[in-house]
């Protein structure tokens, strides 16, 4: 029993940080300098005080790293990113916009950040936005492709890789 206490809280351990390193893949396949993701209550837009301050620090961080250049901010609705034939509700749609719309509102207002890009990740990128590769398709893409945009069924073992409910703020820096 001993022996076994340490190998669990290490395979623990390991499958919790699974879910940040695919987002962290994420965010250094796009060239981000910084990243934070956030947790949103279901059915919630907004964040407590303690995230904010995660998302201050993060953007602190980065800016004493260099200029910023551009903040890219994902959010997802409660549901995980739909699958290639899926679609979410309208009302899914529009709850991951309204956290998008509030995570922006906060970096423009109170962290005073002028260029943000958005990404509603309760929508997959449209044949257009695909054809001509836009900056919505490329991020979509790229975090499906890591594992940080898992479709249902595909959250891993006991969901650790789940997405739903989560903002995620990406900080790049001027070259």
């Known amino acids: 029993m001993k022996m076994f206490t340490p190998v669990l809280v290490a395979f623990a351990f390991a499958l919790s940080a699974h879910a940040w390193t ?65 679609k979410q509700t309208k009302e899914e749609v529009g709850l991951a916009k309204n956290r998008i719309k509030y995570l922006k509102s906060f970096l423009k207002e109170e962290l005073k950040v002028k260029n943000i890009d958005t990404h509603n990740m309760a929508e997959r990128p449209n044949t257009l936005e695909k054809m001509f590769n836009t900056s919505d398709a490329k991020v979509k893409n790229t975090t499906e492709a890591s594992g940080a945009a898992p479709t249902a069924g595909n959250t891993g073992l006991f969901d650790l890789k789940a997405q739903a409910s989560k903002g995620v703020v990406m900080v790049f820096l001027k070259r």
């Open 22 to 86: 695919t987002t962290q893949d994420a965010a250094d396949r796009l060239g981000a300098s910084k990243v934070k993701e956030v947790s949103f209550e279901k059915n919630s837009d907004k964040l407590s005080d303690a995230q904010k301050a995660e998302i201050r620090t993060a953007i602190q961080e980065a800016a004493q790293k260099g200029k910023i250049d551009e903040v890219k901010v994902l959010a997802w609705s409660d549901k995980e990113y739909p699958t290639e034939n899926g």
